[in-house]
């Protein structure tokens, strides 16, 4: 199994407003050397989170106490730029399995998908809806559920659907990446080979 089993995610949320986040500024390129996937959330945003000296920005959010959860709910146009998987890593690896937009940029969410992480689509009129709840309440809850694919606004109960590949919501639920899933039906692989 390469990945915790996704099915329902009760959890708040930490808020990322900004728009156009490109995959530079989720894992800078310069932490890009490490052939693994462990470590990259210590610089996940790096540069937006730290000082020069290594310091908190006090006034990122990912650095605010306030906020917390396994839900990232980012601006239209997240995953922009480069093709990196680090920056799937780096998401994963801090502790998030969930990010919230109203646009992804193809490369990242699939990048996404591949990593355990599970990328929302949500209108920008219900994106705006979460920022705002999170905005009156920091410690609102939502609920993700992978099996009816909805998105739930748990203290108002406001639901929308959202749209996954049947194939990659079957990785999630079983935490396999493509290699597990190939490995899980060897059995009807070597099955048809034979009948050839």
Avoid at 21 to 44: C, S, Y
């Amino acid at each position: 199994m390469a990945y915790d089993k996704f099915s329902t995610i009760t959890s708040p949320a930490v808020p990322l407003t900004i728009e156009n986040v490109d995959t530079d500024q989720i894992i800078p390129a310069r932490f890009l050397k490490a052939i693994e996937r462990k470590g990259f959330g210590d610089n996940l945003f790096r540069d937006w989170r730290f000082e020069k000296d290594g310091s908190e920005k006090a006034g990122f959010p990912i650095n605010n106490k306030k906020y917390s959860g396994k839900i990232l709910v980012a601006g239209k146009n997240f995953g922009s730029g480069s093709s990196r998987e680090h920056a799937a890593w780096a998401i994963y690896d801090y502790g998030f399995r969930v990010v919230v937009s109203s646009f992804f940029a193809d490369i990242f969410k699939g990048n996404a998908l591949n990593n355990g992480l599970l990328p929302v689509v949500v209108t920008p009129q219900f994106l705006q809806k979460i920022f705002d709840a999170i905005e009156k309440d920091p410690d609102t809850t939502f609920e993700v559920n992978l099996e009816k694919q909805t998105f739930t606004i748990k203290q108002t109960g406001e639901t929308t659907d959202f749209e996954i590949n049947p194939y990659k919501k079957h990785c999630l639920q079983n935490g396999l990446d493509d290699i597990d899933y190939l490995v899980e039906m060897q059995n009807e692989i070597e099955s048809f080979e034979a009948a050839k």
